[in-house]
């Protein structure tokens, strides 16, 4: 499932902490980084990798809204909708998007390139209204500028 360099750094991070169940949320990123999403058998890996239960990895996976337990879109749009955003039209921008991207809020897109969720806050109040796209913050967004950055992301070559 996960790769030997993921598997290793998974290890590395656990070996950082006086317990290894500090490095929980830290090596589920991992796995989430290379797998896009935590499925059950990935965390069952990383669990045994960590020697711990796999039901505490299940519990904050399902608890974090930044781990995802369900397949998303190559790219995760994350519209901040906190209380500087809302008042700078970040519910304005979360349904331009969703309508660029073809889905409802905390949807996939058919083609599996977009999921779009609203987020609490990011932490971008300077930058209101912010979203974050795969972790990359983007601050003082309008239609124009998230219709540029779609495109942008559109028309990059899959990874292999």
């Known amino acids: 499932m996960l790769s030997e360099p993921t598997r290793q750094l998974i290890v590395a991070e656990s070996i950082r902490y006086p317990q290894r169940r500090s490095a929980l949320l830290p090596a589920l990123q991992l796995a989430q980084d ?3 999403w935590l499925s059950r058998e990935t965390m069952e890996e990383v669990a045994s990798l960590l020697e711990t239960d796999p039901n505490a990895l299940y519990d904050l996976a399902t608890f974090y809204s930044l781990l995802h337990t369900e ?4 790219y995760v749009v994350r519209v901040c909708n906190g ?3 809302y008042i700078k039209g970040a519910d304005l921008l979360l349904e331009h ?3 660029r991207a073809g889905v409802e809020p905390y949807g996939t897109s058919s083609d599996g390139l977009w999921t779009v969720e ?7 109040c300077d930058g209101a209204p912010a979203l974050m796209v795969n972790g990359d913050l983007y601050k003082n967004m309008n239609a124009d500028q998230a ?12 990874a292999p």
């Open 147 to 158: 219709d540029a950055l779609i495109e942008d992301l559109a028309a990059r070559p899959v």
């Open 83 to 85: 209380l500087s955003c």
């Open 71 to 74: 397949p998303v879109g190559r």
């Open 118 to 124: 609203p987020f609490e806050c990011l932490a971008a």
């Open 34 to 36: 290379e797998a896009g």
């Open 97 to 99: 998007i969703c309508r």
